[in-house]
């Protein structure tokens, strides 16, 4: 069973659980208590490496390593992960398809208080743009702990995305839940609309649905954790079956889940859709839950937009 706690928290946990592998090492950028990789290097202290406050040269170090067969893990807020170090994760990990994970902890509108400089709200449009790079947000404690050994198991570079607050976890619910990287996971079923949701606006979908069904609307809610490669069969498939979507996620709605999936929509079946994220402003500093309210990153806000979708059939 999952528990409910953050996707860095659970991530740190999992990294120790399936971190025996010799070929894996990690690396930090003065972070770990954060990004919590405090758990790997209490364990594994010879395959742990603080780099300091330098993430360029983090990042260069674990490419140096993977060149002789590595499993280079870096650590660092998003805002840095998919930031500053953007130059160094194209150019020396992406375009040589080195076996780099790059993990972008505290991503979002939810580091909170730390305001917009640290909420990161454009790493994964910046990500899924580089060739050859996978991208996965998990939603909780349990995916979390399978898409980390997806991860490693998995040969070559990937962004890995994970939150600050505490999460519900909802994956272990379902009997027929399976992660696989690439893959999409229908949660519920549903005919009048989809609602494709990633990272923490999964439980938000799932609520949302709970919403609809109390007026006649049957919502089908998929959990799309990897968004790329995304899964476009799945997309495809609701589209044809529902005639409407939706997509949730904490990112901006410009170049992130929303749009990897209209990408698929408009290109297959044009049916419509509608955005639910941040569009296309900087957050302000306040309380994780204040500003998923203010922003409108609500079970209510998506319920009202699936709603919008389906008079737009």
Do not use: W
Request: proline share 3%; aromatic share 8%; hydrophobic share 40%.
């Amino acid at each position: 069973m999952g528990e409910n706690i953050s996707t860095r928290e659970a991530y740190g946990r999992a990294l120790v659980e399936f971190g025996n592998n010799e070929k894996i090492y990690v690396f930090d950028a003065d972070l770990k208590k954060c990004t919590m990789t405090t758990y790997f290097a209490d364990k594994y202290p010879e395959r742990f490496f603080n780099i300091g406050i330098a993430e360029a040269n983090m990042v260069d170090v674990a490419a140096g390593f993977a060149t002789c067969g590595a499993t280079a893990l870096v650590h660092t807020f998003a805002i840095f992960a998919a930031g500053r170090v953007y130059d160094q994760v194209r150019n020396d990990v992406a375009y040589p398809g080195l076996n780099v994970k790059v993990i972008g902890s505290h991503a979002g509108l939810t580091v909170g208080e730390d305001g917009a400089t640290h909420q990161c709200i454009e790493d994964i449009s910046l990500m899924r743009t580089i060739p050859g790079m996978t991208v996965i947000v998990p939603c909780d404690s349990n995916e979390v702990r399978l898409a980390t050994k997806a991860m490693l198991e998995y040969e070559g570079p990937c962004y890995f995305r994970t939150g600050r607050p505490a999460v519900e976890c909802v994956t272990d619910t379902f009997e027929d839940y399976k992660f696989e990287i690439g893959k999409g996971v229908q949660l519920t079923d549903g005919k009048d609309v989809t609602i494709i949701a990633c990272g923490l606006m999964v439980q938000e979908a799932l609520k949302a649905g709970k919403l609809l069904e109390k007026e006649g609307i049957r919502a089908r809610v998929i959990d799309m954790h990897t968004i790329k490669p995304i899964d476009r069969d799945i997309i495809i498939r609701a589209a044809k079956e529902t005639g409407a979507i939706v997509t949730a996620e904490e990112h901006n709605i410009i170049g992130g889940l929303g749009a990897a999936v209209s990408e698929v929509v408009v290109a297959t079946e044009n049916v419509p859709v509608e955005f639910v994220g941040v569009e296309d402003v900087f957050g302000h500093s306040a309380a994780p839950k204040v500003l998923l309210e203010k922003y409108g990153l609500t079970p209510e806000n998506i319920a009202e937009k699936a709603k919008r979708a389906i008079a737009r059939k």
